[in-house]
């Protein structure tokens, strides 16, 4: 069970997430979390330093695969899930941080940080493709290409979905193009 003070953190990251993705990075205040969140500038201030903080944890708070991966899930199973996820977010437009991100990753020069949670992600994707190879569910393909090519259409289309309508279809699309890279379409 979480303690007061995480679920206090949650309520700020769960707001802060939905004015960065309605308003982008640079207009969002502290003054605007503590409206929407009902806390006092000070109650704000014990959990987070600034907006930039509240953000570069939300950003870096992405799915992991190592306890899955630990409690040797199927490696399918474990991709099924993350694309219904990917899915989800592409669909959910109003949830969108693109234009965030990219307002994040130009303000106050926070490029290096983006560089590391790219890093960060590649590795995550790379670990659950050497998973999938070792169990024989996954198609022998080069890792980090492959996990390159699953990131950056994810995001093209995350930011598309900003300014056109990506249906069910494109969603779709997505991620039988990964099954298919993957598994075979299996």
Request: glycine share 6%.
């Amino acid at each position: 069970m979480a303690g007061k003070g995480e679920e206090t953190r949650n309520r700020i990251l769960n707001v802060a997430t939905e004015l960065f993705a309605a308003k982008g990075f640079k207009d969002v205040t502290m003054s605007d979390i503590c409206e929407r969140t009902g806390l006092s500038r000070g109650g704000l201030y014990r959990h987070y330093s600034s907006t930039s903080e509240i953000f570069s944890e939300i950003i870096s708070d992405e799915y992991s695969f190592d306890e899955r991966i630990k409690n040797k899930e199927s490696a399918v199973k474990i991709l099924k899930d993350t694309l219904a996820y990917v899915e989800d977010a592409i669909l959910e437009k109003e949830r969108s941080l693109s234009l965030a991100i990219y307002e994040y990753a130009n303000v106050d020069d926070h490029r290096d940080e983006f560089l590391m949670l790219e890093a960060k992600a590649k590795k995550r994707w790379m670990t659950l493709i050497r998973y999938g190879i070792r169990t024989g569910e996954f198609n022998k393909v080069k890792p980090e290409a492959a996990a390159e090519m699953i990131l950056y259409y994810y995001q093209g289309l995350r930011m598309w979905s900003r300014v056109v309508d990506i249906g069910k279809k494109a969603a779709g699309n997505y991620s039988r193009n990964v099954m298919e890279l993957l598994t075979g379409g299996r």
